[in-house]
Nanobody, 123 residues
Framework: QVQLVESGGGLVQAGGSLRLSCAASGSTIRSYAMAWFRQAPGKEREFVAC????????YYADSVKGRFTISKNNAENTVYLQMNGLKPEDTAVYYC????????????????WGQGTQVTVSS
């Protein structure tokens, strides 16, 4: 069992940056692929980025490619999402998720989820 806790959300102006953290406990994430999803009010939860269990491969949604970077620190048991060039349409609750080994951009492939952290981007 993996417990995930996100932090780092907040209010930022358009063009600004935030770094989200996802701290894992209960198990090492060394064998887990990790991902970030987000959900805006009235919308479905959507894929943002994922990283393989080794940290050697990352995949991004087209909407964030070139602006967001996912990284995984196995020693700290933590996953990060660096968000630069934020836009108002990035406003959402951001969720961290984990699954064994290979990454996926499908929400239902992930067994473990955090409680989410709110990101609000003002124009």
């Amino acid at each position: 069992q993996v417990q995930l806790v996100e932090s780092g959300g907040g209010l930022v102006q358009a063009g600004g940056s935030l770094r989200l953290s996802c701290a894992a406990s209960g198990s090492t994430i060394r064998s887990y692929a990790m991902a970030w999803f987000r959900q805006a009010p009235g919308k479905e939860r959507e894929f943002v980025a994922c990283i393989s269990w080794s940290g050697g491969g990352a995949y991004y949604a087209d909407s964030v490619k070139g602006r967001f970077t996912i990284s995984k620190n196995n020693a700290e048991n933590t996953v990060y999402l660096q968000m630069n060039g934020l836009k108002p349409e990035d406003t959402a609750v951001y969720y961290c998720a984990a699954r064994m080994y290979s990454g996926s951009n499908y929400r239902d492939d992930y067994a473990y989820w955090g409680q989410g952290t709110q990101v609000t981007v003002s124009s």
